[in-house]
């Protein structure tokens, strides 16, 4: 799993045009916005599902962030843009949905955005040195930060 | 090198401090804004000095997605997020020069933002479907495309 995390002043989407056959269905999703924001663009790759403690390294590295730049709430992003391994979609679905609710049980403000849709986005990075950071995470092994905090 | 390509109706940014003790000296570039741009967020890697043939692939496949999305102009954006592999920042500014200064030569209206520095920017990604696209470029091998065009 690859995580590239974005401390945003504001964000806000909106699901266009399905990108997969198996998009989800979203009524009442189509629009998202967030101030104050922890942005997670989250790409599952093949293998992730093998190990339940990628989901919960994902959740603890995201925590983490989210406490140390006292953002106000947080969006998990389906991105398919972070690897070249990706895993299969409804993989990829189950992995999301599972951090999205980790993130809530632990009193984390939190929303998912529609996984298999083209979607139009507004991102205003605050550009503190916490504010965009990288995750690493693969099954069996500690996460590894990018650069740089 | 690791190449993350998004079609954008308006970007800008600001340099806002520096990230690296070898930031590079901005007089006069600590702002910079473009419409209808593609912003080409470049993580230069470990290796990519080898090879010329990295930043003329880079150059090739920029110049090509550019085309097929109809921007305006190219904003090379230097981004240390999209590998675990850094090249040394000294590599890594080179490379960025040379992409830069191709992607000119070829015609193609293009600015460079600063490298090491953290920066603030606001970018508003079309949402079509070629507007976030990915490219893996290794020393010795053809391009990788991500998901998908
Ligand atoms: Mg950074
Ligand atoms: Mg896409």
Redo the contacts between chains.
Sequence with gaps: MKL?LIHAKSFEY?A??K?LEGAEDIDGRRVGKAENALVVFVTVEEGDSSDPGVVSAAVREIEDVFRRVKASEVVVYPY?????N?ASPGEALAILKSIESQLSEKGLKTQRAPFGW????????????L????R?IRPGEPP?R???D
């Excluded at 083209?118 to 040195?129: I, S």
């Excluded at 504010?131 to 990288?134: A, G, H, N, Q, R």
């Design positions: 590239l909106e266009r045009e990108a398919a843009h972070l690897s070249e990706l083209y979607k139009r986005f507004t991102l205003d990075c605050y550009g503190h040195p504010s965009e950071l990288s690493s590894k990018g650069f740089e």
